[in-house]
């Protein structure tokens, strides 16, 4: 049996985008309150933010693209530290079966996290 040139090539060019996306997901991204504090998490983690994402990926070229440090101007650190925590949570119930534990929200924080969850599109 033999491999035709061209489904060689095609082979090879998959195992290049593999290999570049584990590289892409093993990256860490820095993310930054208004206050200073500094969260570092792995890209992969950082993408299951629709906003975050989009800095990251998408067109054109954010600062944020080229450095892998994201200024979150309007989120304090306090709150960060949730949005950090449920994008881990995310991560690991997502393709869950069994029953997922309920994620805790402080009370006293739970309208800024909102407002974070909405602009960070989670």
């Not at 090879?12 to 997901?25: H, I, M, N």
């Amino acid at each position: 049996m033999s491999i035709t040139k061209e489904k060689e090539i095609e082979i090879v060019k998959e195992e290049e985008r593999e290999k570049e996306k584990e590289k892409e997901d093993q990256e860490i991204v820095t993310l930054v309150s208004n206050d200073e504090k500094k969260f570092e998490l792995s890209k992969d983690l950082v993408l299951l933010s629709g906003t975050l994402k989009a800095m990251l990926t998408g067109h054109g070229s954010f600062r944020e693209k080229q450095t892998g440090i994201i200024q979150l101007k309007n989120i304090r650190g306090e709150v960060l530290k949730y949005v950090v925590e449920y994008l881990k949570y995310k991560k690991k119930h997502q393709d869950s079966n069994k029953e997922i534990p309920q994620f805790h929200i402080p009370t006293e924080i739970a309208l800024e996290l909102l407002m974070a969850a909405n602009f960070l599109e989670l």
